[in-house]
């Protein structure tokens, strides 16, 4: 048993590991400022990476979370641009637009879900091309440029990146919040057992009266409604999307809920490992940025080193429980 | 004369459990051997030490005499030791040819030689009577092809100890004959042979030399003609199975089910049936005439046409879960595949159709408590809660998959070979179930290949042909002989349902 809680612990050794080397290579590190920076940036491929823990969980796959987050971020941006000459510069007209981006995360992602479930084509295929469409409309959207939030509403809108509770900003908070309810649904509720079983053996749950295509489905839309999510906090940081926004953020987050344990081939989903993933991943980064080991531009190169070694440890410790 | 492989007071612990206790067994050259016991007994851990696949905890393994300790399967078999599996070990996309030579290819310089590897996996073939071509790919056979390819490949390996588990277990009777006369031949042509088979006039029929596990431990060994069949079963499982079936007589009037122009297109023609509350309902028949797909349509697992009146009112049912609504259960044939998630604790299995009962918070300590009672209900060994449903052994998994089905407390329940695999101990403990569950008031439909068990269960059979129902026999006019009739279709002196 002992060796197996080393497995399970191993993501958040490496974790810690990485917090002690950064505080010890550069003292301005362990800077609240730094902090905050590394955490509300984590935020966004966070909320994604943890309903793709759901989604991955259940045997599935989202490849399209990236250019969905852009393409969310330009339908919102133009609906607020074009509500506000109507409804006002003020907090109804932001709300309005945070309202589109949710919606249609959730319509978007249970698009993906209702080609997997009910016209049986292969997630990777399906979110393949979903990826491939949503990229093209904001370009388009965009004219090939960019979509700028109104000025006024950009000064208005901004507080909901930068602001917060001290240097706790809001996507840390709802990050934290998201996390927490993740974990719990995954572990606690009927919801999580199903989405877990149908990764196990889906005809085993089909067999036991689980709803699998529905199951399935939800898991997409609740990922769209999470990519919704993160693009609410997004746009206030830049105030505006193009066709280059959200680029390899679904690379990211899969990679995010590899490192932290769960299974690539479903049945196992672990929603705080997936957090830590996404620590690992930004804290790598951040540190490459602080000192001058290592050249940041090396950066890609130490994440593909991590995510290689996170599934090698994976399969050591599907070996000893066999044994 | 010296035994070719030999385990001398062999122990073997997992964990703080041991699960052989001292086990001595000699297979001798040109004999068949035959272990046989209950599930769980150590059958299978023993294939697995002489196989290399284990290592001993205690004792050692003996190959002509001497010491051996073999570190893998490969290591044992390149010392002539070979061992077919009973889950086949086969690549469902290379040829039957290129299975057999898998790891050995037969070469012409760098070149795979396709033609000579076919030529001789067609002899290898031949020699075992079957018509399969070698440059079929193994996904496109049946069940039983796939056993004799598997037959031919340990033939190709030229070994000097061949250990079988369950070798006919999906053999049909054509081709038990073809393997048994491979078996004849082997054993004059000097091999030790070790199988392992729940068919006990197979080892009659074979084994030269009978040794009997319980628990463990070797309790009894005989040579050919000192033990019938009934004192095998009796030494298994250490007491007379006298009365193997329960009584029956606990039907009601009450209708729970009924049936009625049921078809599964290509598959299930015009069914029909009803079921009463406390009857056990049989469904006998060939493999392939349809029963599984008449069971899967009325539990939503298959698209169907067809009217389906349960407790009274007629509902669609399109779903599995339309079904667990109208209280109608389905217990699989294929436990590994559809029954269990082999991967998680059993605690999560046996409630994974009832999560509904635990609440939107699952409720673990009711969890436990659920599985503690199903565990002393259904009789399921397990060394502990905690481990994987696909550690336990097949008559466990049977019972887990049971108290599973049970767990929603439906009222029709479908079950579908309740005994696959099972020792005859196990089994006599299921039919006690079943006839349990008629008691209690529920209806239920056995499906069963074995003939003996769907009539001692049943009130009532129903007999099926080509996908139609072709009769019912009831009561006294139940027997072996009106059942094969219909099955058959020679036409029954039964009135038709």
Same mark, same amino acid.
């Given at each position: 048993?002992?060796?197996?809680?080393?497995?399970?612990?191993?993501?958040?050794?490496?974790?810690?590991?990485?917090?002690?080397?950064?505080?010890?290579?550069?003292?301005?590190?362990?800077?609240?400022?730094?902090?905050?920076?590394?955490?509300?940036?984590?935020?966004?491929?966070?909320?994604?990476?943890?309903?793709?823990?759901?989604?991955?969980?259940?045997?599935?796959?989202?490849?399209?979370?990236?250019?969905?987050?852009?393409?969310?971020?330009?339908?919102?941006?133009?609906?607020?641009?074009?509500?506000?000459?109507?409804?006002?510069?003020?907090?109804?007209?932001?709300?309005?637009?945070?309202?589109?981006?949710?919606?249609?995360?959730?319509?978007?992602?249970?698009?993906?879900?209702?080609?997997?479930?009910?016209?049986?084509?292969?997630?990777?295929?399906?979110?393949?091309?979903?990826?491939?469409?949503?990229?093209?409309?904001?370009?388009?959207?965009?004219?090939?440029?960019?979509?700028?939030?109104?000025?006024?509403?950009?000064?208005?809108?901004?507080?909901?990146?930068?602001?917060?509770?001290?240097?706790?900003?809001?996507?840390?908070?709802?990050?934290?919040?998201?996390?927490?309810?993740?974990?719990?649904?995954?572990?606690?509720?009927?919801?999580?057992?199903?989405?877990?079983?149908?990764?196990?053996?889906?005809?085993?749950?089909?067999?036991?009266?689980?709803?699998?295509?529905?199951?399935?489905?939800?898991?997409?839309?609740?990922?769209?409604?999470?990519?919704?999510?993160?693009?609410?906090?997004?746009?206030?940081?830049?105030?505006?999307?193009?066709?280059?926004?959200?680029?390899?953020?679904?690379?990211?987050?899969?990679?995010?809920?590899?490192?932290?344990?769960?299974?690539?081939?479903?049945?196992?989903?672990?929603?705080?490992?997936?957090?830590?993933?996404?620590?690992?991943?930004?804290?790598?980064?951040?540190?490459?940025?602080?000192?001058?080991?290592?050249?940041?531009?090396?950066?890609?190169?130490?994440?593909?080193?991590?995510?290689?070694?996170?599934?090698?440890?994976?399969?050591?410790?599907?070996?000893?429980?066999?044994? | 004369?010296?035994?070719?492989?030999?385990?001398?007071?062999?122990?073997?612990?997992?964990?703080?459990?041991?699960?052989?206790?001292?086990?001595?067994?000699?297979?001798?050259?040109?004999?068949?051997?035959?272990?046989?016991?209950?599930?769980?007994?150590?059958?299978?851990?023993?294939?697995?030490?002489?196989?290399?696949?284990?290592?001993?905890?205690?004792?050692?393994?003996?190959?002509?005499?001497?010491?051996?300790?073999?570190?893998?399967?490969?290591?044992?078999?390149?010392?002539?030791?070979?061992?077919?599996?009973?889950?086949?070990?086969?690549?469902?996309?290379?040829?039957?040819?290129?299975?057999?030579?898998?790891?050995?290819?037969?070469?012409?310089?760098?070149?795979?030689?396709?033609?000579?590897?076919?030529?001789?996996?067609?002899?290898?073939?031949?020699?075992?009577?079957?018509?399969?071509?070698?440059?079929?790919?193994?996904?496109?056979?049946?069940?039983?092809?796939?056993?004799?390819?598997?037959?031919?490949?340990?033939?190709?390996?030229?070994?000097?100890?061949?250990?079988?588990?369950?070798?006919?277990?999906?053999?049909?009777?054509?081709?038990?004959?073809?393997?048994?006369?491979?078996?004849?031949?082997?054993?004059?042509?000097?091999?030790?042979?070790?199988?392992?088979?729940?068919?006990?006039?197979?080892?009659?029929?074979?084994?030269?030399?009978?040794?009997?596990?319980?628990?463990?431990?070797?309790?009894?060994?005989?040579?050919?003609?000192?033990?019938?069949?009934?004192?095998?079963?009796?030494?298994?499982?250490?007491?007379?199975?006298?009365?193997?079936?329960?009584?029956?007589?606990?039907?009601?009037?009450?209708?729970?089910?009924?049936?009625?122009?049921?078809?599964?297109?290509?598959?299930?023609?015009?069914?029909?049936?009803?079921?009463? &509350? *406390?009857?056990?309902? !049989?469904?006998?028949?060939?493999?392939?005439?349809?029963?599984? =797909? %008449? +069971?899967? /349509?009325?539990? @939503?697992?298959?698209?169907?046409?067809?009217?389906?009146?349960?407790?009274?009112?007629?509902?669609?049912?399109?779903?599995?879960?339309?079904?667990?609504?109208?209280?109608?259960?389905?217990?699989?044939?294929?436990?590994?595949?559809?029954?269990?998630?082999?991967?998680?604790?059993?605690?999560?299995?046996?409630?994974?159709?009832?999560?509904?009962?635990?609440?939107?918070?699952?409720?673990?300590?009711?969890?436990?408590?659920?599985?503690?009672?199903?565990?002393?209900?259904?009789?399921?060994?397990?060394?502990?809660?905690?481990?994987?449903?696909?550690?336990?052994?097949?008559?466990?998994?049977?019972?887990?998959?049971?108290?599973?089905?049970?767990?929603?407390?439906?009222?029709?329940?479908?079950?579908?070979?309740?005994? &696959? *695999?099972?020792?005859? !101990?196990?089994?006599?403990?299921?039919?006690?179930?079943?006839? =349990? %569950? +008629?008691? /209690?008031?529920? @209806?239920?439909?056995?499906?069963?290949?074995?003939?003996?068990?769907?009539?001692?269960?049943?009130?009532?059979?129903?007999?099926?042909?080509?996908?139609?129902?072709?009769?019912?026999?009831?009561?006294?006019?139940?027997?072996?002989?009106?059942?094969?009739?219909?099955?058959?279709?020679?036409?029954?002196?039964?009135?038709?349902?």
């Amino acid at each position: 048993m002992k060796r197996i809680d080393l497995h399970l612990l191993g993501p958040l050794i490496a974790l810690v590991g990485l917090f002690i080397l950064g505080a010890l290579l550069n003292p301005a590190f362990l800077a609240p400022a730094n902090l905050s920076n590394v955490l509300a940036r984590s935020a966004f491929i966070g909320l994604i990476a943890v309903g793709m823990t759901f989604v991955i969980t259940q045997g599935g796959l989202d490849l399209s979370v990236g250019s969905m987050a852009a393409f969310l971020a330009g339908i919102a941006i133009m609906a607020m641009n074009a509500l506000a000459p109507i409804t006002g510069v003020n907090w109804g007209t932001v709300l309005l637009g945070m309202g589109v981006a949710l919606v249609g995360g959730l319509l978007a992602g249970a698009v993906n879900g209702a080609l997997v479930t009910k016209a049986r084509i292969e997630p990777f295929i399906v979110t393949l091309g979903t990826m491939g469409i949503f990229r093209s409309l904001v370009t388009w959207l965009a004219d090939g440029g960019t979509l700028s939030l109104d000025s006024g509403l950009r000064a208005l809108y901004r507080p909901v990146y930068f602001g917060g509770i001290g240097w706790i900003t809001w996507p840390i908070i709802v990050f934290a919040i998201v996390a927490v309810i993740g974990e719990w649904t995954m572990r606690h509720t009927r919801f999580g057992r199903h989405v877990e079983a149908i990764g196990s053996n889906d005809r085993v749950a089909r067999y036991s009266a689980v709803d699998v295509e529905r199951v399935r489905l939800l898991t997409y839309a609740l990922l769209g409604a999470l990519v919704g999510l993160a693009t609410i906090l997004y746009v206030p940081r830049l105030g505006s999307a193009s066709g280059s926004t959200g680029v390899l953020w679904e690379l990211e987050a899969i990679a995010a809920v590899i490192i932290g344990g769960t299974a690539l081939k479903g049945g196992r989903g672990r929603v705080w490992g997936t957090v830590v993933g996404v620590l690992i991943l930004s804290l790598i980064d951040n540190i490459l940025n602080l000192t001058d080991l290592v050249s940041p531009y090396l950066n890609g190169a130490i994440q593909g080193v991590i995510i290689v070694l996170a599934v090698v440890l994976q399969r050591e410790k599907r070996t000893a429980d066999e044994r | 004369m010296t035994a070719v492989l030999a385990l001398d007071a062999v122990t073997k612990s997992f964990g703080p459990v041991e699960v052989l206790h001292g086990v001595d067994l000699a297979l001798n050259a040109g004999e068949v051997h035959a272990l046989i016991g209950e599930n769980g007994a150590g059958k299978s851990t023993i294939m697995k030490i002489l196989g290399g696949y284990l290592a001993p905890t205690g004792g050692q393994v003996l190959l002509d005499g001497r010491p051996a300790a073999f570190r893998s399967g490969p290591d044992a078999e390149a010392a002539g030791i070979v061992v077919i599996h009973q889950e086949f070990n086969l690549v469902p996309d290379l040829t039957v040819a290129g299975n057999i030579f898998l790891g050995r290819e037969l070469t012409r310089g760098l070149r795979l030689d396709h033609a000579a590897m076919r030529a001789a996996a067609g002899e290898l073939l031949a020699r075992l009577d079957t018509a399969i071509r070698p440059d079929a790919l193994i996904r496109d056979l049946s069940v039983p092809d796939r056993q004799m390819v598997e037959i031919a490949k340990a033939l190709s390996r030229r070994a000097r100890v061949l250990i079988m588990d369950e070798p006919s277990a999906a053999l049909t009777h054509r081709e038990v004959e073809a393997l048994y006369a491979q078996v004849d031949r082997l054993r004059a042509e000097g091999v030790a042979l070790l199988f392992c088979s729940h068919r006990l006039d197979e080892v009659a029929r074979l084994a030269d030399r009978v040794t009997v596990l319980r628990d463990g431990a070797v309790v009894r060994r005989a040579l050919r003609g000192e033990l019938t069949e009934d004192g095998m079963a009796t030494a298994m499982v250490g007491r007379e199975l006298s009365d193997i079936f329960p009584p029956k007589d606990t039907a009601t009037a009450e209708e729970l089910l009924r049936v009625e122009a049921l078809s599964v297109p290509g598959i299930v023609h015009d069914a029909a049936l009803t079921l009463r &509350r *406390g009857e056990v309902l !049989g469904i006998a028949g060939l493999v392939g005439s349809g029963r599984t =797909e %008449l +069971a899967e /349509a009325i539990a @939503g697992l298959r698209p169907a046409t067809g009217r389906i009146s349960a407790r009274g009112r007629e509902t669609p049912i399109r779903t599995p879960q339309d079904a667990a609504a109208h209280g109608i259960a389905y217990l699989t044939e294929d436990r590994k595949e559809a029954g269990l998630l082999l991967d998680k604790p059993l605690a999560e299995n046996l409630t994974l159709s009832a999560l509904d009962r635990l609440g939107f918070r699952i409720d673990r300590a009711n969890e436990s408590r659920l599985m503690a009672q199903a565990t002393r209900d259904f009789d399921i060994r397990a060394a502990s809660p905690a481990m994987p449903a696909g550690a336990l052994s097949g008559g466990n998994q049977q019972k887990l998959l049971l108290a599973k089905t049970m767990l929603p407390e439906p009222e029709i329940v479908l079950i579908d070979e309740p005994t &696959r *695999g099972i020792d005859v !101990g196990t089994k006599q403990q299921i039919y006690r179930f079943v006839r =349990e %569950l +008629a008691r /209690a008031g529920k @209806g239920v439909v056995v499906i069963s290949s074995e003939l003996p068990e769907v009539m001692g269960l049943s009130d009532r059979i129903l007999v099926m042909r080509q996908g139609r129902i072709a009769g019912e026999v009831a009561g006294e006019a139940i027997t072996e002989e009106a059942i094969v009739r219909l099955a058959m279709g020679l036409g029954a002196e039964v009135e038709s349902a």
